[in-house]
């Protein structure tokens, strides 16, 4: 079914904003419906929230301190949905809504501006991290050798803080689900980046490359049932984007990395180093996570038995096995250069998520304590007479505001009706008249009107407000978030 109202295609001379704005205006990327939390049964279902992309400025990368905020949840919501333009998604049964869905998911109009939107994206996702990235101190084999061994050595000494954070939660099954989300986020693109990678004519270059390649797809393809059985502990599907509006950025940054990668076949030797950075990754954490989720939902955690042993010695082989034939080639500055950044950007996407994730479980297992500051936040503002900037919404009876982030603190004032707030699959939080709610920086939530009229306000709280009252600013694992 063609869209409404199509505009013509915005010219790559325009404002890049434009551009996006046009991607966004796809039907399948509109803002989500009371009854979408889940969209189980539509893998081409994807919120994007198009309306805040009116200011949001896309222009140029990212800061570093901002890519939890909302231009990166919303970016990385667009790119996603670029990369899986060129994989086949089925839905489960033909539906009228799926259907035209499907539609305008594959349609002419949506290729075309997915390749203006790609590189636009791309620079503002990914354009800072040049400048966060330790050089190695010589571009040789070695070096890259010792950077990856004293990677391993040093991450095996400590446990991942997001899965102890799991852990550590009173609800430990709504935790451990939301964990699950975060997994299914990313790690099934991964595996789909990998698939791509291998497709391509390597022979002449590097003979067991396609092999090595194809065998990681292959693992992925036969454990299949494996990870069903793991996601149907948490009642929770495989389906491709059924739980889009609860990923965090941070999981969507991980899957869009090893795709921009492999996308972009200039980034091969980066890809290497970025898929080596994956399995170690996975090889670390496997027990740690087999034990939360054990511990939190009893499931099937099969899943997590075979995989990627990690041993000094097998990262050298492993190292040699991806680089040698290349370094022959094409040189090894080039080569190790590549690798390098790769690997290096892939660990501090690693880095993001494990804070990402200790600080949104922590925060989501602890709304009672959130909302007793804000009603402390309130009460101070009231008697010390001060007025601050705030948002007045007032929305009617199903409204939905698609999952989001803050780029400052805010409270959630309902002044009159009643709302649903939700962070997560496991249940709806029910906001009425009079209450409360705290939500820090780059915290992802939602909600749905109830009532038939519902007025709530959003007062902007400043860190310097925060401290005054608390001691400390509400929102980070590393910043005082307790």
């Not at 033909?94 to 939107?117: G, I, K, P």
């Not at 997560?424 to 992802?444: A, C, F, Y």
Request: glycine share 6%.
């Amino acid at each position: 079914m063609a869209e409404a109202k199509e505009s013509a295609l915005p010219h790559e001379a325009q404002d890049p904003n434009a551009i996006l704005k046009a991607f966004a205006a796809n039907r399948a990327f509109r803002a989500a419906e009371w009854d979408e939390l889940t969209t189980e049964g539509n893998p081409y279902r994807r919120p994007v929230r198009p309306d805040d992309l009116a200011w949001l400025d896309y222009s140029r990368p990212l800061a570093p301190a901002d890519v939890l905020k909302l231009s990166g949840l919303l970016g990385h919501r667009m790119l996603r949905n670029v990369y899986d333009l060129d994989a086949l998604y089925l839905p489960p049964k033909e539906v009228a809504a799926v259907t035209s869905d499907h539609e305008a998911f594959y349609s002419q109009r949506n290729r075309e501006l997915s390749a203006l939107a790609k590189p636009i994206l791309e620079q503002h996702l990914f354009g800072f991290l040049d400048g966060e990235r330790t050089p190695l101190p010589r571009p040789t084999r070695a070096a890259v050798e010792s950077h990856v061994v004293g990677y391993f050595e040093e991450r095996r000494g400590r446990r991942n803080q997001g899965l102890d954070a799991v852990l550590k939660t009173g609800d430990k099954r709504e935790a451990a689900t939301f964990l699950l989300l975060q997994l299914s986020a990313f790690t099934p693109a991964m595996n789909t980046a990998i698939g791509r990678a291998a497709l391509g004519e390597y022979d002449l270059a590097h003979d067991a490359l396609r092999p090595m390649l194809l065998d990681q797809y292959s693992s992925w393809v036969a454990a299949a049932p494996a990870y069903g059985r793991l996601l149907d502990g948490a009642g929770l599907k495989t389906a491709a984007a059924a739980y889009w509006q609860l990923y965090l950025s941070s999981s969507l940054a991980r899957g869009n990395h090893l795709h921009h990668l492999s996308v972009n076949r200039e980034h091969l030797f980066a890809f290497l180093g970025a898929l080596m950075h994956m399995k170690i990754d996975a090889a670390l954490h496997r027990e740690q996570l087999r034990t939360v989720l054990d511990t939190c939902l009893e499931t099937d955690t099969g899943y997590f038995e075979n995989g990627y042993e990690v041993t000094e010695a097998g990262l050298l082989t492993r190292v040699d096995q991806l680089l040698a034939p290349l370094i022959d080639r094409y040189g090894e500055q080039a080569v190790v250069e590549g690798f390098h950044r790769g690997f290096a950007d892939a660990s501090w996407y690693a880095d993001l998520w494990e804070r990402d994730l200790t600080d949104q479980v922590s925060w989501a297992d602890r709304i009672p304590d959130y909302q007793d500051k804000a009603h402390t936040i309130d009460k101070y503002l009231h008697d010390e007479g001060i007025e601050i900037d705030l948002d007045t919404f007032v929305e009617s009876s199903e409204e939905t505001s698609t999952t989001h982030v803050h780029d400052e603190h805010r409270l959630v004032v309902i002044e009159a009706g009643q709302m649903h707030f939700w962070n997560n699959v496991t249940h709806k939080i029910e906001l009425k008249q009079g209450d409360k709610l705290l939500i820090p920086v780059s915290r992802l939530h939602g909600s749905t009107v109830l009532s038939g009229e519902c007025t709530y306000h959003q007062p902007i709280i400043g860190d310097d407000l925060l401290k005054k009252i608390f001691g400390s600013a509400p929102g980070s694992s590393r910043t005082g978030a307790e």
